[in-house]
């Protein structure tokens, strides 16, 4: 089984499906997926919450139980990272227990709105990312363990915020970058202007 940070590094492109419980991750094995994502607003909609309502230890359970079905690396969508800078170490932590190869930590006012899901966002300051970007950064203890940065500025202040909000979650060490776009254009231009991945 192929490690992601060795398929992210890869010239193929790889594709991870949202799945939510081990059968689900089964049969994308049995597709020939190479890796799987854990969404938290997937999960929330199954247990008739909104992925605000969401601890990171039921989703590290949830890892756990797809982990003893299947081998594929996970990436788990974990929103804000459920705190402050102060608090990513334990959100770290937790996730290289429960075994994820990658962690995604968006720029979300914490705690959670509902309105995320109907397209509107509250944002926290670029600077106020950074700092939890490294604090991730610094909390990790896995080397192939990815720290995935995602901004949602595109919907709040454009695609050109976003990009630049992108370009200094790379610089503060982000190993990949998930910049929200609402079209191809836009995602060639965040291809084109941000380093990949």
């Not at 060795?6 to 419980?21: E, H, R």
């Not at 930590?105 to 705690?111: A, R």
């Not at 630049?164 to 291809?191: L, N, W, Y």
Request: hydrophobic share 45%; proline share 5%.
């Amino acid at each position: 089984m192929q490690k992601l940070k060795d398929l992210i590094g890869g010239t193929i492109s790889s594709l991870a499906p949202v799945v939510f419980n081990p059968i689900m991750a089964r049969m994308a094995e049995e597709a020939g997926f190479k890796a799987v994502y854990l969404s938290g607003g997937t999960l929330g909609w199954v247990k008739c919450v909104t992925e605000a309502n969401l601890t990171l230890p039921e989703l590290a359970d949830v890892a756990v139980d797809m982990r003893a079905a299947c081998k594929l690396p996970i990436v788990l969508d974990a929103g804000g990272g459920w705190g402050d800078p102060v608090h990513v170490h334990r959100t770290i932590a937790l996730a290289e227990a429960a075994g994820f190869a990658a962690i995604e930590i968006e720029d979300q006012l914490l705690p959670r709105r509902v309105e995320h899901h109907v397209g509107i966002d509250h944002l926290v300051p670029t600077e106020f990312m950074l700092e939890k970007i490294k604090a991730a950064i610094a909390a990790r203890t896995d080397p192939d363990l990815l720290i995935i940065a995602r901004t949602n500025a595109r919907r709040t202040d454009g695609i050109d915020a976003a990009i630049r909000r992108s370009e200094a979650f790379h610089k503060a060490g982000a190993d990949m970058i998930f910049c929200f776009t609402r079209d191809p254009q836009e995602m060639r231009m965040v291809g084109e202007r941000c380093r990949r991945p």
